[in-house]
């Protein structure tokens, strides 16, 4: 026992240590690699993948995991790597490797014309390459699958134990929901920011201040620019994030700093004795998503939020801010307004979006939809849900880099963060005496406690049906979403 | 063949990309980690080093090589890869796992006691640690070597090729020949800099406006701050290098930049079709640094060098520069003033510092001495090189990391390096009708394009001696280095 246990924190920490140089040389790709290197990463990071799967299907390890899943005396932490690793192992192992070469191959492909192509809306030649990533994405479904939903064998890359079944439901509920309160909210007024010059010098310094003032460790993190924002971790003690800037519009980086660091403040919250294991992790990209979209969404959209930064806002730009009301850029962050575009989607039709993409999807890998009905199918939805047409294809269904890449099951989980985020919200209300009560007084320690306490602290131990259930005494439901919307709606 | 090629082929580009992982690692934990991350950081260059390691030793290839290396019609260039590939598997494979792993216990723990002890010079408490990192190195000399010199086992390391018997009267002879120009040099009248600010930014941005002009590609590279200058390529088409600044005084930097870039803008001329090889690399350290030297020493440190900048010094520090002669600071660039410390020497006492560790480290190897006769053997060096006295062994035996992390061997190749700057200077002279004159009219990329073409284009498809040999048109020899030092000590 003793030896199995020693040689499995050996090949987790292993398979931690390349992870985590895989993760670092992903985030030097997007924030200092020159051009010059993108085809050498691109390799070091095949090479680090290769390494990875051949160190998590290592044969040699059978017995001693055999002998630890039949122990039945390991202590919760233990018990738990043990069945996240052989998780991780079995779907490795049922994945052949001409499968997950061919869907390499083909993603990088479609990636590549989706690039060409999102531009010109070109649906017809898209969908040759992105033919050929479906039928790979359906053999894997069917492959990894242990049930009768393809699909969900794709769903639990991400979202670890969630079903199709019980997310069908959940959305047509959202969907009914959500239709009417988008004419409410695009039908507020909403005056144009006036034009002014917001430096981005001063943004990214902004960032640093709003990052530290919610809670995140500077010591164990660093803050830089990207083209699309993200967090990244190495490794234990080391969390980053990126923002981008926009100089004539300062609340697309803070609200996108809100929602990064809101990821880095959950890594941040493991536990040191997590540190080179898989309970090092959230437990599914839902619950990631649960704490960007509760620091972006429940704390930095509120009124209160924007009051308490104001001193910061005029001293960070005394010239932009002149004369500027906080409730101008208050308004900027909550307007509601029917788009094309999901990454530019307010809150209230965001949810939407996803609705449409996860119906579109499901319907695709279980055979009942093909490639060439989408555009037809995403034009329907959407005015049907958001009473617009896209301009063209480009705008409409290539506008996403997901399905190229073949992140086919990963759109729910967006869903899912924002569905959690209110319910931890709502919990946070009565726990902190009203949420908004502690924004204004600037209490975000106590507010990140709350968040340690019934998220963070627990790392990878609980899935994250259980773990949600017992941080907000409710079961998933779109209730708290739902009335948060309708208050940002109503205005 | 083709079979046993293609295998190579594979083997060699995942050795390369291993490496290059660990490189981005190593550049990110000096330029970009939080202090949160080194242990993490630690243990992932430690487990990349395993697999590094590991993958080094595959016996499954020892068919496919000694296929290989009987092979006698290979082309050139792929009778070197697998020549270089052999010996370093051969020296991974002559290494005892038990010695790799207690010489990394060793070294780990005697450079976090010289951490803590080199302020304080006590090097009583420092040899204790110490004497264990001296024993397993010989130890490795002798398990290692091949010859009757077990310091040419560790000098291979780092200077493949070299051996002992050949430094010892190259060192003698140049002990001998600088002794006395050091008196000569700091004769000489240097007037302290007058007291101004010399922004840390402007530095920076200056930086890349001379490695820009002298023939860097920012294209293929990126320039950070750290603190303590170095060059490091995660892999084809990715060549970085940092500075450091101190804003009293800009001739540092300055300095760091040209012998930076000079190393930078090596790796940037290696042939494309050697990415992922063992050819993608120079032969040595020696070879390295000559071209660090080159552009640090007769290139930046020329009156012509300065008098072409002088418009850039304005544009980037306008009140710094008012009223301040270039003769001022190129004076500040070439004062000669025997000191302690070896990194804060001038060019022409610095070699002597060398001198004085080959002859100590040599005879440590060899055990003609023992630890604790170190620092007295060391000062009266000091005494007779230099007339100097370090005031505490701080200052003195304990000053350089490189011991305390095991690396004998090294030091030699500061000195190779000065050597083949110094001929390779003389040829250009020669083959661009005055290297001053071209560096007067800026002719920079005519100067890079003598040694593209003579050092950086052949990799490390031949070793140092016969590539310099043909570089230079002369065997190696001090003459150049000696003449040239004369002229700096004269003024």
Known sequence: MTDAWQLFEEWSGTLAAVGGAAGLLGWDRETGMPPGGSETRARQLGTLATIHHRELVRPDLDGPLAELEAHDGLPPERARQVELMLRARRRAQRMPVSLVRDLSEATSRCVGMWIELRPTGDFAAFAEPFRRVVELKRLQARTVADGVEPYDALLDDYEPGARAAELVPVFADLRERLTPLVEIGASRPRPPLPRRQWPAEAQVALARDLAEMVGYDLSGGAVALSAHPFTSSPGYGDVRFTTRVDEANPVGSIMAVLHEAGHAMYEQGFPAAYARTALLDAPSMGAHESQSRFWENHVGR??????????????????????????????????????????????????????????LELALMRGDLEVGDLPGEWNTR????????????????????????????????????????????EAADTHLGGLDAAVADGRFPEILGFMRDRVHHSGNLLPTGELMRAATGTPLSADALVAHLRGVATG
């Not at 730009?317 to 500027?324: E, I, N, T, Y």
């Not at 307010?346 to 979006?353: A, I, K, Q, R, S």
């Not at 997901?402 to 869903?415: D, S, V």
């Open 382 to 425: 959407m005015r049907e849900f958001l009473g617009v047409t896209p301009p063209d294809d480009g705008a409409g269904v290539m506008q996403d880099i997901h399905w190229p890449e073949g992140l086919f099951g990963y759109f729910p989980t967006y869903t899912l963060g924002n569905l959690y985020a209110a319910q931890l919200a």
């Open 302 to 359: 509120t009124r209160a939020f924007w009051e308490r930064i104001t001193p910061l806002l005029h001293g960070r730009f005394p010239d932009a801010m002149r004369g500027l009301e906080t409730a101008a850029l208050h308004r900027e962050a909550t307007a509601v307004e029917p788009s094309y575009i999901r990454v530019e989607a307010d809150e209230v039709t965001y949810n939407l979006h996803i609705a449409l993409r996860f119906e």
